[in-house]
């Protein structure tokens, strides 16, 4: 059975599959569904209130993106966190940002979005956000905007699609306020090394960033999947 939030109706949409598929991607992402917890399409299609058309096509799409799998006779189940996968695509987005820092700075023309990003991050104490959820999509952006901004849409693409596999332990590291604060000096030191075109001091302020989130989140992850467990276990 799904051990998951009350039942719930999408919203009528022409594309009902991509609703399902959001709908639960964002449970497991906020540990709502935690590896291990186990339903069947209809059970799905039931509290969410579609037929089981487009449940399929999200599940199967959420298989493929190694989120779940299915067993026959037994249905689908939410796959365990793999940590070493997530290493290297930690890995990959460091690479690929340092390269993209590498090739931003060098740019002598119009880099688009930097004004924004000093808007968000080059603020005063006082005005710094704490929701972890709005930070956190704060966050996704200053990298995927750095990334955009040196030109190569193809790297952008391919950075993109990591953000989003990694985002099921990525945002958890907003929800501690000293991480926040952390997120707002780093990424200030990050912008202005950019702006002021010093590749070799973003580059390296902007690895030891991503280092230190890929600690603190793995030692949150843990923690959180111990609690969500130890929750659904009442």
């Not at 990959?92 to 740019?107: F, G, P, T, W």
């Not at 973003?202 to 999947?225: F, G, M, N, P, Y």
Request: net charge positive; proline share 4%.
């Amino acid at each position: 059975m799904i051990a998951a939030p009350p039942a719930l109706r999408l919203p009528a949409r022409t594309n009902l599959a991509e609703q399902v598929y959001a709908t639960l991607k964002a449970e497991i992402n906020d540990f709502q569904l935690v590896a291990g917890d186990r339903f069947s399409e209809v059970e799905l299609g039931n509290r969410l209130g579609v037929s089981r058309t487009p449940v399929r096509e999200a599940l199967f799409r959420l298989r493929n993106e190694g989120f779940l799998d299915v067993e026959p006779k037994l249905g689908w189940f939410v796959r365990p966190i793999d940590f070493d996968k997530l290493e290297h695509l930690y890995d990959l987005r460091i690479v690929l940002e340092l390269a993209s820092v590498q090739r931003l700075c060098a740019r002598t023309g119009e880099r688009p979005g930097l004004e924004a990003l000093k808007e968000i991050w080059l603020v005063p104490a006082a005005g710094r956000l704490t929701d972890a959820r709005q930070v956190g999509a704060n966050d996704e952006e200053f990298h995927a905007t750095l990334v955009r901004a040196a030109g190569n849409p193809e790297m952008a693409r391919v950075h993109w699609d990591v953000t989003e596999r990694i985002r099921i332990i990525r945002h958890l590291d907003f929800t501690r306020l000293d991480r926040i604060e952390a997120t707002y000096v780093e990424h200030a030191k990050i912008l202005r090394a950019v702006i002021q075109r010093k590749a070799d001091q973003a580059q390296l302020l902007l690895k030891s960033h991503i280092d230190q989130s890929k600690v603190e989140v793995r030692k949150i992850t843990l923690h959180t999947l111990h609690e969500a467990r130890a929750r659904l276990a009442r």
